[in-house]
């Protein structure tokens, strides 16, 4: 009789859990990347807040992103009970065509406040960060840019304080996990991102839809230890050619028509001009580095019917990263990732499921000591809508030799929590 009622109390929850998240399906779109910029297609997506502005050219988008996570094995030191870190994002769109009849001209400015305990240094002791979120306690206007389409949007110039992962090295099928090193190679130093973007200038060519071309000098200064995601443009106009950051990156893509699977492939070319110290104690004037990106669309699902969005599809891809870097410098000296993604595989337009493993190779330089040659990290997470914009991810992450010191294997667990309104 009570192994009865327990499976009926347990039919109901599962009941009303599915009624709930049908609802929610019903009332709103869910987007993978929670940003008002759409990094693929180079425009302002869904705004969430006061949407009736959408048409007014005015965009509007609040995060609010909780992590929970539970350093609960190896690294430098465990804990019983998980660390909590979180971060309060707020961005504002402006189209120029719909406010001021003004063709091509988008602004965008995004706010950030976080507050975070020292997961990697104090207790995992990882290299390349076990959470994509984990940074120093900061307020900043992240990003303030002005960008310019110009000859049909084949030409596009983007000038201001830019997070420059949405531009380059970007991966789709890598968006979803946690690692750091999925959204920011290890190998470019002074890649100017989160926590740490910087003000600078991104010329974009378009001459088939097949190739993007893209070219950019940024404010380097974050490679000498400089905090340029809390600063202005003063670092760029004061002698940049000290800690000029060179970012190119040249974009093939393939399979682009309807019902085929796409692909792409991405190369890039960086060039740092500063000073920066070797582990010989001396100093190496210049470095530079060379990065690669492919995804591929194994398997997508078609539509069934005029009204049901991209968004909504299932899908499933492969990804491939790689880097290499000047080894006198760079703590790592090489990495390689890989991952596989698949989109929508229960809730209509909203879950993902996400594979991924993440190496960094650490230099042999004369003067460098790593008692281990690599960190290798495996991870396994899922993200799913609960309850209107409120989404929840559970995430797994192994972490093989942390940080190259000889330290034992390390497991995290984490949950991240994301509201946008």
């Known amino acids: 009789m009570k192994r009865r009622v327990l499976f009926l109390k347990i039919k109901f929850l599962l009941t009303l859990y599915l009624a709930l998240n049908q609802f929610a399906l019903e009332s709103v779109s869910f987007e993978y990347e929670d940003s008002l910029w759409n990094p693929q297609t180079n425009i302002f997506g869904y705004s969430y807040l006061k949407p009736h502005l959408y048409d007014r050219g005015v965009y509007i988008l609040a ?52 507050q975070s305990d020292s997961l990697s240094s104090k207790y995992v002791g990882d290299f390349q960060g076990v959470d994509n979120l984990n940074a120093p306690n900061l307020v900043q206007l992240a990003q303030l840019w002005y960008q310019q389409k110009l000859f049909k949007q084949q030409l596009i110039f983007q000038i201001g304080k830019i997070d420059s992962y949405v531009i380059f090295n970007y991966v789709g099928y890598a968006q979803t996990l946690l690692n750091n090193s999925f959204s920011q190679n290890p190998t470019i130093l002074g890649f100017p991102t989160y926590p740490n973007s910087a003000v600078g200038v991104i010329a974009q060519y378009f001459p088939f839809k097949w190739l993007d071309l893209k070219v950019s000098i940024f404010d380097g200064a974050s490679a000498l230890g400089v905090q340029t995601g809390n600063q202005g443009a003063k670092g760029f106009f004061n002698n940049l050619g000290k800690h000029a950051l060179l970012l190119n990156e040249i974009d093939f893509k393939w399979g682009q028509l309807k019902d085929v699977c796409p692909g792409a492939i991405g190369i890039g070319i960086w060039g740092l001009t500063a000073t920066l110290p070797n582990f010989s104690e001396g100093t190496l004037k210049g470095t530079a580095g060379v990065y690669l990106m492919v995804t591929q669309t194994l398997w997508k699902e078609r539509a069934f019917s005029k009204k049901q969005s991209q968004n909504q599809l299932r899908d499933i ?10 080894k006198e410098v760079n703590v790592g000296r090489q990495y390689l990732g890989f991952g596989a993604t698949a989109y929508n595989l229960y809730f209509c337009g909203g879950d993902a499921l996400s594979v991924g493993m993440a190496t960094a190779l650490f230099t042999n330089a004369k003067g460098a000591s790593y008692p281990d040659n690599f960190e290798m990290s495996l991870e396994a997470t899922y993200k799913f809508p609960l309850l209107n914009e409120l989404t929840i991810q559970p995430d797994f992450q192994y972490v093989i030799h942390p940080g190259g010191a000889g330290l034992p294997n390390a497991i995290v667990v984490s949950l991240r929590l994301m509201a946008s309104i």
Do not use: M
């Open 63 to 114: 995060n609010g992103i909780f992590d929970f996570n539970w350093p609960a094995k190896g690294g430098i030191k465990t804990r019983n009970f998980p660390l909590n870190q979180y971060l309060i994002d707020v961005q504002l769109g402006l189209e120029s065509e719909k406010l001021v009849c003004y063709k091509g001209g988008r602004f965008f400015c995004n706010f950030l406040y976080h």
């Open 317 to 326: 891809g492969v990804f491939g990263q790689w880097g290499i870097c000047n």
